[in-house]
């Protein structure tokens, strides 16, 4: 894959914009409060879900436990679809 050079017009894609310009940068990884909150839910409930296979699994490492943000958003925008664990058929 070949790289491109940053267009200078364009925000970083980590970057949003808000109404008065300032750059806010989003997370690439989430925790299971942050999570939990975009989809609406408690953190407990977070959990069940997790242990269910309904959401998207986390990516451990060391002691942190989170959720690419990416995945958790084109999960939401899919409808929400069970997704199934790792050696499930």
């Not at 925000?11 to 409060?33: F, K, T, Y």
């Not at 942050?34 to 409930?45: E, H, N, P, S, W």
């Not at 451990?60 to 409808?79: L, Y």
């Amino acid at each position: 894959m070949a790289l491109r050079p940053a267009d200078p017009a364009e925000p970083h894609p980590c970057q949003n914009r808000r109404g008065s310009g300032e750059l806010v940068l989003e997370p690439d990884l989430i925790d299971a409060e942050t999570a939990a909150t975009i989809v609406g839910v408690a953190r407990r409930t977070w959990y069940r879900y997790v242990d269910n296979g309904d959401v998207p699994q986390p990516v451990r490492f060391g002691g942190s436990v989170k959720w690419r943000r990416e995945e958790i958003d084109e999960w939401i925008r899919a409808g929400c679809p069970r997704v199934r664990k790792d050696g499930e058929s």
